[in-house]
Structure formats: C-alpha cells, structure tokens
C-alpha cells in the first residue's frame, strides 16, 4: 500500500519485475527454418539435445501492492525475499518472483494480470485489497477484481495452486464497510476453494515498533514476522 504522491516505485518492484521478465524469457530463442535437406537429421539432433527440464526450479509467483513490493525496507527484507530463503534452507525446487507494485489496488491488478501470467507459475500468491479498503471504494468492485485475477490465474496457469492473503483496515470507513471488508476475503477463498491466509499482517498491524512512521508498511523486523505467518501456510502447500 502506499499514499505518497510524488515517490519512486520502491527498487524492489523493478527489481521484481526485471527478474519476473529474466524467468519469463529463460528458454526462448529465435530459430531459423531448415531447408529441406536437413529436415531429417535437425529433427534427429533436436530430440537427442532436448534438455532436461526435471530440475527447473517452479515459480512461486507474489502479486500484491507496496506491502509484498516491500516499500521502505532492502528487497532481501521484504516478506517475499524472506520466504524464499526459507524454501532455499528447506531445498525445496522453488523460485520465488516478487510481482509487488505499490499503490496497486485490485483494480489496477486486474488490468495487468496478463501480463504477468505469461507463463505458467506452481504457485500465486494474491495480496490485494488494501488499498480499496483504506480509500473505501466500493466493496462490490473490489470483490469482483480479486475474482477476476483468480480466475485469470486459473486460466492461464489451470495447475497453480492459489493462495489468498486476508486485510483488514482500521474503523475509519464505519464498522460495516469494516467487517464487510474482512469478510471478502474469506468469501473469495471459499468461493474458490483457494487457500486462505486469514490476516496477512498478523501481529504486526498496528503495533507501532514493527511498522515505520506511516504505521502501514512493516519494519524489516515486522516482514519477519509476516514472513513466518506466510511460511505456516505455504510450507504445506510446497
């Protein structure tokens, strides 16, 4: 989430963005057509160099707003860095790809979901809705673009195991909009049969010494924390 005009998009998301493009473009190449002559022995050598791809690492792919994006903090201690250091340690094949922006609503997700599943991932973690609910747009729309990116996803990647990161926001909009608010998220996960994070800042929202001054984006130490509340719900998943 972020609410400063005027800011540069935080490293991590280029940085994110430029090895989501790295993952995305390993193995392609231009070829060239064969005559005719070589048809039989280029179809021969291409089968007996076809590379083995039993160890390629799967894709655990974030796509959420400055929180998974890591605003304010290093791109290693954001909560995404973090869990995929935990794969690393428990040798798991997976690579984890941070698709983070911030200021992103689900809105704005939607329109660029496509693009980013340009190929298949094993894994999508969604961590949006935050910044709908802190502006308080309309409930309505923000729970048919959550459906929209998860059935995008579905789409483009039918094998993907989804995961679903749950928000809640402070009772600024009234306490209906509020609960409304946190109940989408539950709704969605059950809808879809999509596993379910209930409250992605568990332990941290809200508690001043793990957030920095705008009380909204985590301290490196609160991305620990979020980190290991993401990891109780994957590691069974991987």
Known sequence: MKFFPGKKTPYSVISGLMLLLT?????????????????????????????????KK???????????????????QAFPALVGQKIDSAGL???????????????????????????????FVLELGGN??????????????????????????PEATIVLAGMQIPPNMGTTYTKEFRGLFKELADKNKTILIPFLLEDVGGIAKLNQPDGIHPTP?????????????LQPVL
């Open 93 to 123: 094949n997976y690579q984890v790809v941070n698709a983070g922006l911030s200021g992103e609503t689900t809105a704005g997700g939607k329109s660029r979901i496509s693009w980013v599943m340009r190929q298949p991932v094993a894994v």
């Open 132 to 157: 709908d609910g802190l502006r308080g747009l309309p409930l309505t729309a923000t729970r048919q673009n959550l459906q929209a990116i998860i059935d995008t996803v579905r789409r483009k990647s």
């Open 58 to 76: 799967q894709i655990v792919l974030f796509y959420g707003n400055s929180l998974t994006a890591g605003y304010g903090v290093e791109p290693s």
């Open 221 to 233: 130490a609160g991305h620990k924390i979020v980190a290991n509340t993401v990891w109780k719900v």
């Open 23 to 55: 993952v995305w473009g390993c193995g392609s190449s231009d070829t060239k057509t064969a005559s005719k002559s070589d048809t039989t022995s280029s179809a021969t050598a291409s089968t007996e160099a076809k590379p083995d791809n039993s160890n």
